[in-house]
């Protein structure tokens, strides 16, 4: 089981808002993006990027149980959020999470 690092910290900076738009944009095993979902509940909309495409299918198991909530998965870059935003028709965000460690 992954166990997403300074989650509680990074949460509370984040400050999520109940039906807010989120991207991770570093999505991993999505323990990050797991806890965005839950806490923002029913109609929320949480991208999530990645270029390692085993982690997005590993993710897509673990978000798709989440009722309620929009899931978009991209291979590709975070270097690439501002162009994945705008094909994918959002015009504003609530938060963007890049777990970029050390």
């Known amino acids: 089981m992954h166990k997403p690092v300074l989650l509680k910290e990074t949460m509370d900076s984040l400050a999520v808002k109940p039906g807010g738009v989120y991207i991770d944009g570093t999505l991993g095993r999505a323990g990050h993006a797991r806890e ?3 806490r ?3 109609g929320a909309r949480l991208v999530g990027i990645d270029r390692d495409t085993l982690a997005l299918t590993e993710s897509a198991e ?3 149980r ?3 909530v929009s899931l978009t998965l991209v291979h590709g870059c975070h270097g690439n959020i501002a162009k994945i935003v705008r094909d994918e028709g959002i ?8 777990d970029l460690g050390v």
Do not use: K
Request: proline share 5%.
């Open 62 to 64: 673990r978000l798709e």
């Open 36 to 38: 965005i979902l839950a």
């Open 40 to 42: 923002a509940g029913t």
């Open 66 to 68: 989440i009722p309620g």
């Open 91 to 98: 015009g504003a965000v609530d938060g963007i999470l890049l």
